[in-house]
């Protein structure tokens, strides 16, 4: 999957086939002393915490930005929980009010952002 100069072809070929094999489930260009490490450790099924199944080299990504159970902080009050538990938490919590320092009105926590702008 390379080019090569015209003259090296034959010697290229006979040492790819030789030495290299094509992975079956990503296609790239494996030494064949590496494919099975290669297909245990990028492509073997594992199971996230969330129950979902992927190959093993897309969990680490999956556990970042897109797993139901990943841990993320609520905005208003610093608490780590699980995003899918994050919305209703936020819900509950920007509920909560405290004193604005300029107006002293009780402001809700989710408006205290954008409260400056209106206080009298």
Do not use: W
């Amino acid at each position: 999957k390379k080019d090569i100069p015209a003259v090296n072809f034959i010697i290229h070929e006979i040492h790819c086939r030789r030495n290299i094999e094509i992975c079956p489930y990503c296609s790239d260009s494996i030494p064949k002393s590496e494919m099975k490490n290669h297909i245990e450790s990028e492509h073997v099924q594992v199971t996230c915490k969330c129950r979902m199944k992927m190959e093993s080299s897309l969990l680490k990504d999956h556990e970042a930005s897109s797993c139901p159970l990943r841990p993320v902080l609520c905005q208003f009050c610093d608490i780590q929980l699980a995003f899918n538990k994050l919305q209703e938490h936020e819900l509950y919590c920007g509920a909560r009010t405290e004193p604005c320092g300029r107006c002293g009105r009780h402001v809700l926590l989710r408006e205290l952002q954008e409260h400056p702008r209106v206080c009298g």
